[in-house]
């Protein structure tokens, strides 16, 4: 018995056709409206009065190619200071999150340090805890104290790791004690249910809101600057004080608008795969 | 319910309306003209007490712009440039008297008991609003302060600076002094406000701060007593001026304005600054 070449039906044939037709309506559509909205917009803006001086205050090129080379050093920091402090503050929260959610009473004062620890390093404005560490323990002149930019990015793990640490600490407790009792029953100790088990349950169920935790410490990592180093949007506020124009600010923003958007999608990207999942689609 | 939400929306564009005006952009106005006074003689000078020459400042007067809070021994930068303004407008010694005002009462606006008031005002816009001020005696000079115990205390050139690691105020004409005139290999630090630069400084985190020659007067005679002013740095960005400060649209502005002018052709100023903050107070030249 030989297979047939499957020929689809008449109707399936009409079905597809207009399938087809209605995606390219639909797009049509979209793109007209979108037109209409954007000349909408356009007009709106450029003709608002104040348009003018608008474009001089904040959008002049060439203020913006003079500060451009001075943002960009400074954002190089920025970048280099978040590779470090995510890294830093990821491992941190991961390490804080385990030990509070040891079992038994023996742990009792671990799981006490670790949950005073997240109370008190999310409760804590991050400028304290910045001008504490940057300004405030070098005055100790201590022995082989490390330089201003390492404090910085210390002050930052703390603060961040606080976060992150209960982020996964709500991931470890999602994954349901079935799993658990399922695992040890099997003959794992406890170290290997955590390892082969939980933690890659309990990580993929709270990616999003761990990569939603790292685009705001993108923000937040050029705060180091109030301690002396030249980030991205002090390179601006240097840039604007000797212009009076506030260009080098628009600059500095939308480069880290573009710095942010790779996370983004990727969060996005990652939300929409753990959704998918979810729904067995 | 149809008559409610008409009116709702009657009312929105209202709104719409009102927040467009208000966000119009103002008309500039322009800025009035001074009106030229008669004759600079000393006899028709219309000052407070005819024939002599009232001069204020606070109290107490600071060193070096004056000296041991006495204005009238003629010691100190400031107290020299009034003595040097009374002359060049014909006054003795004997017929300067002098008052005490303090710095905030004397920018008020409001009827003044001086003839002209020296006391280190900045000259700014805001200022002029409710004041007269005279041409600027002194353009304000960026100075470079370190630790006694710094490694670069007591260095006397400009290319003493090249391992320096510097500390100053954003967006000050300190920050530009670095970057552009002492110019060291590590980058400048920058912080938000001179109390934060004065605690790296004295933590060590930084080797020299540069502030305004008035700043580094007060920094290291009242704040920091271990600090010490390794000199001052030529003239860059746009300084900062002192001017006298007189009585909105005084009789006396453009006649003291054009004394102060004459003291400046002359060098007089020069030397005098040269003499005062540079010698005596000990804010060398770096060249």
Redesign the interface.
């Known amino acids: 018995m030989t297979l047939r070449e499957h020929v689809p039906s008449e109707a399936q044939v009409r079905r597809t056709a207009y399938r087809r037709r209605q995606t390219v309506y639909s797009v049509l559509v979209a793109a007209s409206s979108t037109a209409a909205l954007g000349m909408l917009l356009v007009i709106a803006v450029t003709g608002a009065p104040g348009w003018d001086r608008v474009r001089q205050s904040f959008l002049d090129p060439a203020i913006a190619r003079d500060a451009l080379p001075a943002v960009l050093s400074g954002l190089w920091l920025n970048v280099r200071l978040l590779v470090c402090c995510a890294a830093g503050a990821l491992v941190l929260g991961l390490v804080i999150s385990v030990l509070r959610t040891l079992r038994g009473p023996i742990f009792f004062p671990v799981r006490a340090l670790a949950a005073g620890y997240t109370y008190t390093f999310r409760g804590l404005p991050l400028i304290i805890v910045l001008y504490l560490l940057t300004l405030g323990v070098p005055g100790l002149r201590l022995q082989g104290m490390p330089p201003v930019l390492v404090l910085g990015g210390l002050a930052l793990v703390l603060t961040y790791g606080g976060y992150l640490a209960e982020v996964f600490r709500a991931g470890i407790e999602s994954v349901h004690p079935s799993q658990l009792a399922a695992a040890r029953s099997l003959g794992l100790t406890y170290r290997q249910t955590m390892r082969h088990v939980v933690l890659p349950q309990a990580v993929r169920r709270v990616a999003p809101p761990l990569l939603n935790d790292v685009v705001a410490l993108q923000k937040d990592v050029g705060l180091v600057s109030l301690a002396g180093p030249i980030d991205a949007v002090r390179a601006a506020q240097i840039a604007t004080a000797q212009s009076f124009n506030y260009t080098p600010y628009i600059v500095a923003g939308v480069l880290f608008v573009l710095l942010a958007i790779p996370l983004i999608a990727v969060t996005d990207w990652v939300t929409l795969r753990a959704a998918r999942r979810q729904s067995g689609g | 319910m149809a008559s409610s939400s008409r009116l709702f929306a009657l009312t929105l564009a209202g709104a719409v309306v009102v927040a467009?005006a208000g966000?119009?952009?103002q008309v500039e106005k322009p800025m009035p003209t001074v009106i030229d006074s008669p004759s600079c003689a000393k006899d028709s000078l219309p000052t407070r007490t005819p024939g002599k020459l009232t001069i204020a400042t606070d109290q107490p007067a600071y060193e070096p712009w004056f000296s041991k809070d006495k204005p009238d021994n003629g010691e100190g930068f400031e107290s020299a440039v009034a003595y040097a303004v009374a002359e060049k407008l014909g006054y003795a010694r004997a017929d300067v008297t002098w008052t005490r005002v303090k710095f905030d009462t004397a920018i008020a606006p409001g009827p003044k008991n001086f003839d002209f008031d020296i006391n280190q005002f900045s000259i700014t816009e805001e200022r002029k609003q409710a004041v007269d001020f005279s041409a600027p005696y002194y353009l304000v000079r960026q100075t470079v302060i370190a630790l006694k115990s710094s490694k670069i205390a007591g260095r006397k050139s400009l290319a003493d600076f090249r391992d320096a690691r510097l500390?100053a105020q954003?967006?000050?004409t300190s920050?530009?002094a670095i970057t552009e005139v002492l110019k060291p290999a590590a980058?400048?630090?920058?912080?938000?406000s001179n109390d934060?630069a004065k605690?790296?400084l004295?933590?060590?985190?930084?080797d020299g701060l540069v502030v305004d020659l008035p700043t580094a007067f007060y920094i290291t005679g009242a704040e920091i007593t271990d600090a010490t002013i390794v000199g001052q740095v030529p003239q860059v960005g746009t300084p900062e001026a002192f001017g006298l400060l007189l009585d909105k649209n005084s009789p006396l502005t453009s006649c003291v304005t054009g004394a102060v002018g004459q003291l400046t052709e002359a060098g007089t100023l020069k030397q005098l600054e040269q003499k005062w903050l540079a010698q005596v107070a000990g804010a060398a030249e770096l060249r």
């Not at chain 2, 980058?187 to 938000?192: D, G, R, S, T």
């Not at chain 2, 004295?202 to 930084?206: L, Y």
């Open positions: 467009t966000c119009a952009p500390g954003v967006g000050t920050y530009q980058k400048p630090q920058v912080y938000n934060d605690k790296a004295q933590n060590g985190q930084i």
